[in-house]
């Protein structure tokens, strides 16, 4: 199954503006989301993170994987 398709060197920006939750799945998710662009030298940008859900990213140390855009 393939996850995404996106040309090489494309950027995908996920916008967090209305998420109030994250479970550890989707957590998974977005580690093989940005698996699959890196393959093709695209990039995986994540913006308008609450406090709370950044919270999350750091204390998995995510916030070191994930290029996340701050407020």
Request: aromatic share 10%; proline share 1%.
């Amino acid at each position: 199954m393939e996850l995404v398709n996106v040309s090489p060197g494309t950027t995908v920006t996920l916008d967090f503006k209305n998420v109030k939750f994250m479970s550890s799945s989707f957590l998974g998710f977005l580690l093989k989301l940005h698996k699959a662009i890196a393959q093709s030298q695209g990039k995986l940008k994540l913006r308008n993170m609450s406090k709370q859900i950044y919270q999350i990213f750091k204390i998995t140390s995510l916030h070191k994987v994930f290029k996340i855009e701050k407020k």
